[in-house]
């Protein structure tokens, strides 16, 4: 902007809270709408739910507000919130959130806002929207106002002489981010005067006066107690560490997952060994690596079984996969963990049989197949521990409910090898009905454009076996009539192939990927000769590489935002 290379700019360093973005919306000092980012176009009306939290006032103080203000924000849980909303759901046998960011998601668009109200959500405000009868001089001009009017801000801001105080209050958040109570992934670092941004303006929707520093993951060490196996819904035993409870960005971890006997071999993970341990995408617990130095000489290596733990049937190892899998179609742990996949938010969304109700069913001799679940009765449900009538029946009407779900909801949830959410996509738009998918040959798999060999044979084995023919007839007899996906918006993108990788700031992963289909293109997770954009965030790896290598033309996300406004603009 042609300073003097001299000059010193004032910056406002704020945190960067790890939740869920929201937008507030007052029309002369009253809240009138609420809603959460979505694409950054549109949302998802949120308004009964914002209204319960108690950091979010209804009527701004003071006098004189703008006719129209957007207040914009960040939606989070503390951690001992976080904690105490895991404990109740466990207790009433209900799925636990993974991290604080997701439990802050789904309490706050919950469909009854009694739930979201006993949630004790937070919240930090941080910057405006349209704004009509005000105006800002600079952002901590805005904090201030925000503060005067009842909005909640963090108080950990800092007005920054210079990059050297930037890069100060970075590194002092990093080491302190621990003590906060609630969770953080970095620092945001604005340009103080808003005259500056003005002049600096924006890339596509990314601010040219304003960046984001994140923090690596963190790291601990602890001591590995025990390597137990899981037994999941295909039969792969999925070795985890148990460890010592050390406290990780902010949660209590005492498990890890190793993945298969292939990485344990690799990183040489013992019983008894001193590792380092850190959450994955600040999510899931892993083992970085094991602290050799400090290894006894009388740890031994670990070994898989020969026999399946959960059912003592045999397990098997093909040469071509990293897993090892119990083969027993009888296997009980199998059948949960299956009928807990069917029941998920991805697949039929029987929201009420989560967590430990599948297990009680199971256990009561009730539910064999997913097939048994749509024969269910009031007189079976009312017996089992802590099921009252109102729940019960809303179990039932849950389950009806999920009988029009669309057709790749239910291949999703059949828990078939190699089959996930993009590809049963992919074959509900190919086959139209379960009857076509069922009945097509290896061949006719094959010719689907994304089902490559291995996948293709999956599907046929399984639909070959006469006791998935028999579930699948035992569904349609109790009346589940999976509809169609809708089709796309647009033939814009047709014929081309998007590959997403790194971190997307703008919208999730699975949200981009989907605007891709609805208009006609489709999204890949590999890069190859065929790929015809591969849109990189921050943190790309291997696949920036390979298309830099092939080729093959790479977008920003800026970029791939301008490709969406011109094909939905159109």
Request: with cysteine.
């Amino acid at each position: 902007i042609g300073m003097d290379a001299e000059a010193v700019i004032d910056y406002c360093a704020e945190l960067k809270i790890d939740g869920l973005s929201i937008s507030l919306t007052y029309v002369d000092g009253r809240l009138e709408t609420a809603a959460t980012r979505g694409d950054g176009t549109q949302g998802e009306d949120v308004t009964p739910n914002v209204r319960t939290m108690r950091s979010v006032p209804l009527r701004l103080q003071g006098e004189d507000h703008p006719s129209l203000c957007e207040i914009r924000g960040e939606v989070f849980l503390t951690h001992q919130e976080f904690a105490r909303i895991n404990a109740a759901n466990e207790e009433a046998g209900l799925p636990t959130f993974a991290n604080p960011r997701n439990a802050a998601a789904g309490s706050l668009r919950q469909k009854d806002s009694g739930v979201t109200a006993g949630r004790r959500l937070d919240a930090f405000f941080y910057a405006v929207g349209a704004c009509a009868g005000r105006e800002f001089a600079s952002q901590l001009d805005l904090l201030t106002t925000y503060t005067s009017w009842g909005l909640k801000v963090n108080p950990n801001v800092r007005l920054c002489r210079g990059l050297d105080d930037v890069l100060e209050f970075t590194r002092h958040w990093d080491g302190a981010r621990e003590q906060l109570g609630y969770d953080i992934d970095g620092v945001v670092v604005k340009a103080n005067d808003f005259a500056l941004q003005r002049e600096l303006g924006f890339v596509s929707r990314s601010p040219r006066w304003a960046i984001a520093y994140k923090y690596p993951a963190q790291q601990v060490r602890t001591t590995v107690l025990d390597i137990v196996l899981q037994v999941g819904m295909t039969g792969a035993l999925t070795p985890v560490a148990e460890l010592r409870p050390v406290s990780l960005a902010g949660v209590t971890v005492s498990r890890a997952t190793l993945h298969n006997i292939d990485e344990i071999r690799r990183k040489d993970v013992r019983v008894g060994d001193i590792v380092v341990v850190q959450r994955a995408g600040e999510v899931i617990p892993e083992v970085v690596e094991v602290v050799k130095s400090e290894r006894t000489s009388d740890l031994v290596e670990f070994e898989m079984p020969k026999e399946c733990p959960a059912c003592g049937g045999p397990v098997e190892k093909r040469d071509d996969e990293a897993a090892t899998r119990c083969i027993n179609p009888a296997c009980p742990e199998k059948l949960r963990q299956r009928l807990q996949h069917f029941v998920g938010r991805s697949a039929m969304d029987i929201e009420a049989l989560g967590g430990k109700r599948i297990d009680q069913l199971v256990d009561a001799g009730h539910v064999r197949t997913p097939a048994d679940l749509y024969t269910l009765t009031l007189e079976q449900l009312l017996p089992l521990e802590r099921m009252g009538e109102k729940l019960a029946s809303g179990i039932l009407a849950g389950i009806e409910a999920s009988k029009t779900r669309p057709l790749n909801r239910l291949l999703h949830g059949l828990a078939i090898r190699h089959v996930g959410q993009s590809t049963s996509e992919v074959l509900a738009d190919r086959f139209g009905s379960i009857e076509a998918v069922a009945n097509a040959s290896v061949e006719d798999l094959e010719a689907v454009h994304e089902i490559g060999a291995t996948t293709a044979r999956s599907v046929a084995d399984f639909f070959a076996e006469e006791s998935n023919r028999a579930v699948i007839a035992a569904l349609k007899a109790a009346g589940v009539n999976p509809e169609g996906r809708a089709g796309p918006q647009s033939d814009v993108w047709a014929g081309m192939i998007f590959v997403f990788t790194g971190t997307l700031e703008t919208r999730t992963r699975e949200e981009a990927e989907a605007l891709v289909k609805a208009h006609g293109g489709r999204a890949s997770g590999s890069v190859s000769k065929n790929t015809t954009y591969v849109v990189a965030g921050p943190g790309a790896g291997s696949k920036l590489e390979k298309a830099r290598t092939a080729g093959v033309s790479i977008l920003s996300e800026a970029e791939f935002d301008a490709m969406v406004r011109e094909v939905e603009g159109a």
